[in-house]
């Protein structure tokens, strides 16, 4: 059984940065592309990040690109966000997710994800 857990989520300040982290089990995490996503409460789901199985390709959605930073570590089944220079609208429940097919590519589509994680809050002050 796949399971995810996001952590590093937390207040801070506009301008400031954060680092999250999804740490996967259940499966060969070395075989499936990875995404962030991030929800507002009455907003759907919205794409941040993926990645590609391997690591080697990588998007952003536009509003993030340039401060955001996608990576994952295959040796330690995790995947990290890390968040620079951060705005107010970056305030969101961080959620990560994982496609079903091994060796697919990463998508911009939450449902092309099967597995998510539970959620970590992101809360930029102005």
């Known amino acids: 059984q796949v399971q995810l857990v996001e952590s590093g989520g937390g207040l801070v300040q506009t301008g400031g940065s954060l680092r999250l982290t999804c740490a996967a089990s259940?499966?060969?995490?070395?075989?499936?592309?990875m995404g962030w996503f991030r929800q507002t409460p009455g907003k759907e789901r919205e794409f941040v990040a993926a990645?590609?199985?391997?690591?080697?390709?990588?998007v952003y959605a536009d509003s993030v690109k340039g401060r955001f930073t996608i990576s994952r570590d295959n040796a330690k089944n995790t995947m990290h966000l890390q968040m620079n220079t951060l705005k107010p609208e970056d305030t969101a429940v961080y959620y990560c997710?994982?496609?079903?097919?091994?060796?697919?590519?990463?998508?911009?589509?939450?449902?092309?994800?099967?597995?998510w994680g539970q959620g970590t809050q992101v809360t930029v002050s102005s």
């Open positions: 997710g994982q496609r079903g097919s091994r060796y697919s590519s990463p998508s911009l589509l939450p449902h092309e994800y099967d597995y």
């Open positions: 259940g499966r060969a995490f070395s075989s499936y592309a």
């Open positions: 990645i590609s199985w391997g690591g080697s390709s990588t």
